[in-house]
């Protein structure tokens, strides 16, 4: 659990009529398929998918175990 976390983010007029359209950003695990954060947000760029990684560490930690790093 929390080896594998997947981001992803899709805009749409969530609010209908009462306000603008959102991007709903989402994490889910790999193992479990459970969804450790979703959060609305103004557009699906970098800064949004920042603050949902850092929801996501913030609430579940951080992974446990080797970093890989390819020369």
């Given at each position: 659990m929390g080896a594998l976390v997947q981001l992803d983010a899709?805009?749409?007029a969530?609010?209908?009529d009462r306000g603008p359209s959102l991007a709903l950003h989402g994490a889910i695990d790999g193992a479990t398929g459970a969804g450790p954060a979703v959060v609305l947000r103004p557009?699906?760029?970098l800064h949004d998918y920042v603050t949902l990684l850092e929801q996501v560490c913030t609430w579940c930690?951080?992974?446990?175990g080797p970093l890989f790093c390819v020369p």
């Open positions: 899709t805009s749409f969530w609010l209908i557009a699906a760029d930690g951080l992974p446990a």
